[in-house]
């Protein structure tokens, strides 16, 4: 039986009259990949937010790797790391500067998390521009840099909120490589996207969600089974049933 | 040129709504006129503060320290003759009254008692004051002892007794304290008005400069974001953009000295209605120049932060060389620097209408030169400005 | 221990980036000493006017009357013979001229016998000098009314040594009783006053002495200029990073660095230390070409006047960080730096000395703390005081950085991230 590293009960929050989650439940098991997929204004940012202990749920429990978050705050962010949607980056300083420096706050030793950056730059193609400013970076090698960020302090469960947005395909395929080689090393990962085509090829489950709520939860192929062929139909078919074809905010 | 013109109604829609850039614009210098009003704009008065050397410590020189220190203005402060000595050696007194140690006993006796003013040159012009408030002190206190003197001397042979004498002269000079024989009368020409007419024009200027160079940050922050660019993907080609950028600057700084020329006629009245629509003109100048003066600047800066200090830099320095808080005399050095700020022009300009009557003919120079400075700036901005970097 | 390494590295962090900006840092330091240089110039030789005090006297009676020897007793004739600090009196021949030069600026003011002196003395119903001056020239102003005190005086103890003495000699019967022979009587007593002339001035019973130790030497400008603008532009640099947080929370960063394990407190104090430093860095220039460029003198006490410019600087990092608190974009951020330093320092005495201001406007410039700063500089470097002497203006600094930072760490505990 797969040991469960991530355990959300129940969670509840709400922002004002408005309720942005409303009694979300789900579990991810250690070394998964579990993508959470949602319309926008779904709820999977404020969702994330929780988990990452930033944001304080106003009911439900959260635990990672047996810590409550609600309780052991501090032994949470001592194992997780935060890639977060947009960009959270010191554009002034160099990627190796911004690194090292989040190394540090990670608590790292000053010679570990220069190692580690270095170790996560080439991981990411970036070592010959370590000391370049991030300000004269691409689209993509920022989106790069970000989620190299996110490694430093050897995190276990790792959030990815749409990590790939707005990047061109061969950065896209590089930070594919990346996030399967870190789940083949025992990495849990959180994973949002839009795009379900990365959902299919990277998560062994996925939980879609809309207005607060999961709507469903199994492993792709059983998600596309319930629609129709899973040969032939897509995750995206899947989820425009499911989450219907009206806009949202 | 109708799509330039959008772009500078939009923009002043906008600062109409900004409730911070309102509060800068206007609030700022109202508070700003009002503080220096409060401090400057009422009849001041002479203050200072007397350094003595009580060595006596008796009943005169305790006189003579509580007569000085009711003289408004005054504040006597006591030293001791060391302290005294040093900070005359260093020049942090120009002048100390020392009051001897037998000079009430002196007094008592019937001898004449000396009073020392220890000063460096003349005593400075504080000095000077202060030695003649003390002198007119002394003046009082010397009265009783002179009238005293000066009746026994009229009196002597005349069998009139001593008590008599005593009561009579402390009986005349009640009436005479109460009552001087010669009052005096003070008038003081100049004042509010002056004031008035000398520092609104260049707290008007002040801020107006201020508002326009710091609004180039906005046009640094839109080339950053990239709004300018998209601007430039519509049917508006860069000249268009550059000139409703311009003109949008030009008609926040008009509109801005409009409400606190508006507010100063209500308030001051200090305009006929003739000089203030000459003051407009002057106005929307001067809006030009600055507005200038802040595209120059958006196109330099590279950043927002770096398009704020530049501002900051080059309003302050036009404000302190160009007359804003204190008079420039002709003829001097500071008169010649003062020659490259805006607002020499400007305040020169508004103080003719204002303060001297004049006519809009009679500053044609100073704005002449202003006018100039619109269209060279404008020129050289529009050579240096990108909307994109590297690009149009 | 960890959460003192967080502030270390966030403020590490900042100054690095701040370093970055070439910009920044010459504004930092470049621009606040062109103001010193443009100042300084302008106020060479202020402090050492030592020139003489010119009172002007004019008279409305016609020729003979008492004001017309007053006058001529009081006219400086020759210059070179006036003692130190005596003022030079001189006489205007045409009161309606004096009164115009006054109106247009081209004379500060004089004192007028009025035309019925004379006539009002004798007939006993009194009379008044007149003081006109210009409004804006104080110190003259001042100086007239001193001598219109002082004739007045004179003139006065005159008037009581003949009304009294007349009044004992008609009741002592040395006089008769008429009117004719008490104004005959009064008249000779007048003529031997004004008769006596100098030697009656040396009849006064407390005479001066002028002691000269040394001429009037020009102030330093600097010793009220470098401290003025010290403590607006340590202020104004301070203000200006309160854009970091706003920043910060703009770019992500903060969310990021609050999941990992940073407490707030540490970003706060990251943010405050950075600020402290370069605040230190700024304080250390100034003094440094203070002292060597411009020969400050730091007065008696030269540690109260780092300690001050210490306090000055932490005040001015817990402002910055209550600022940064209160502003939600990095415009409003930007503006209101802009303003509170604008507002605060000509109201605190930065531009010009607080004590030129009215008493009321005095006690509302204690609410601000460059009031406290510029006033206990001031008292060091331009009046000779004592550490003591500044001790309240370190306690009033202390007091606000404790207010600011209090506020800024309870806003930025409750504010969203």
Sequence with gaps: MAEEFLVVKDLHKSFNEFKAVNGVSFSINKGEIFGLLGPNGA???????????????????????????????????????????????????????????????????????????????????????????????????????????????????????????????????????????????????????????????????????????????????????????????TLEDVFLKLTGRSLRD | MKRALFITLNEVRLYLQDKADLAFGLLLPIITFALMYGAFGGQTMFKATAPVVNEDRDAYSAQLIEQLDKVEGIKVELLTASEADTKLEKSDLLLVLFIPSNFTETLVSGDKAELVFKQRGNGGQEGQILASIIRGVIENMNQEFLVRNQMRSNLEGKGIPENSIEVTVKEYLDKERQQPAVGVAEEVTGGSPDFINQYLPGIITMYVLFSLTLSARAIVEERRRGTLERLLTTRLNAWELFIGKFLSSVARGFVQTFILLVLSYAVFRIFTPLSFLASLVISLIFA??????????????????GATWIGVVFTMFMVMLGGTFFQVSEGTILATIGKVSLNTYANEAFRTIIAKGGSLGDTLQPLAVLAGVAVVGLIISRLIFRAVPGGK | MKNLKHVWFIALKDLKIFSRDRASVFFFIVFPFMFIILFNFLMRGVGGEDKRLELHL?????????????????????????????????????????????????????????????????????????????????NNRAALNGLARAISSQIGTNQVVIEASVALLVQGGAIPTDRDSINKAAQQMMNEILSGGEERAGASYITFRTDKVGEVEAENPSNWVIPGYLVMFVFFAAAVTAEIIVRERQNHTLERLLASSVKRESILGGIFTGTVIKGLIQIIIFWAFGILVFHVDLGLSPLAVIILSVLMVLMSSAFALMLATLAKTLRSAASLAVITSLVLAPLGGCWWPSFLYPEWLQNIARITPHAWATGGFNKLMVYGAGFGDVVPSMLALLGFAVVFGVIAAWRFRTSAV
């Design chain 1, 43 to 233: 709820g999977k940012t404020t969702t994330i937010r929780m988990l990452s202990t930033v944001l304080q749920s106003d009911s439900g429990d959260i635990t990672i790797g047996g810590h409550s978050v609600r309780n052991e705050a501090e032994a949470v962010r001592n194992i997780i790391g935060v890639c977060p949607q947009d960009l959270a980056l010191y554009e002034d300083l160099s990627a190796l500067d911004n690194m090292v420096f989040f190394g540090r706050m990670a608590g790292m030793g000053g010679k570990e998390a220069h190692e580690q950056a270095m170790t996560n730059l080439k991981l990411m193609g970036l070592v010959e521009r370590a000391k370049g400013k991030v300000a004269k970076f691409s689209g993509g090698m920022k989106r790069r840099i970000n989620l190299a960020i996110a490694l430093m302090g050897h995190p276990q469960l790792l959030f990815l909120d749409e990590p790939t947005v707005g990047i061109d395909p061969q950065s896209r395929n590089n930070i594919y490589e990346n996030i399967l080689g870190l789940q083949k090393k025992g990495m849990t990962i959180l994973y949002t996207t839009h795009y379900m085509e990365e959902a299919d090829r990277l998560c062994q489950r996925v939980a879609i969600m809309d207005g607060g709520q999961i709507i469903s939860m199994d492993t792709p192929y059983h998600l596309k089974s319930q629609i129709g062929s899973p040969e032939k139909v």
């Design chain 2, 288 to 305: 030009a120049a600055a507005a200038a003066l802040g595209m120059i600047i958006a196109s330099v800066a590279r950043s927002e932060d």
């Design chain 3, 58 to 138: 004019v008279t409305r009676e016609a020729a003979g009357g008492l004001s017309q020897q007053i006058i001529s007793a009081m006219e400086t004739k020759d210059e070179s013979r006036l003692g130190p600090g005596e003022p030079k009196i001189v006489r205007d021949k045409d009161y309606e001229e004096a009164h115009r030069a006054v109106e247009d600026g081209k004379l500060a003011g004089f004192l007028a016998f009025p035309p019925d002196f004379t006539q009002a003395l004798m007939a006993g119903t009194g009379t008044k000098l007149e003081v006109f001056t210009n409004a804006s020239n104080v």
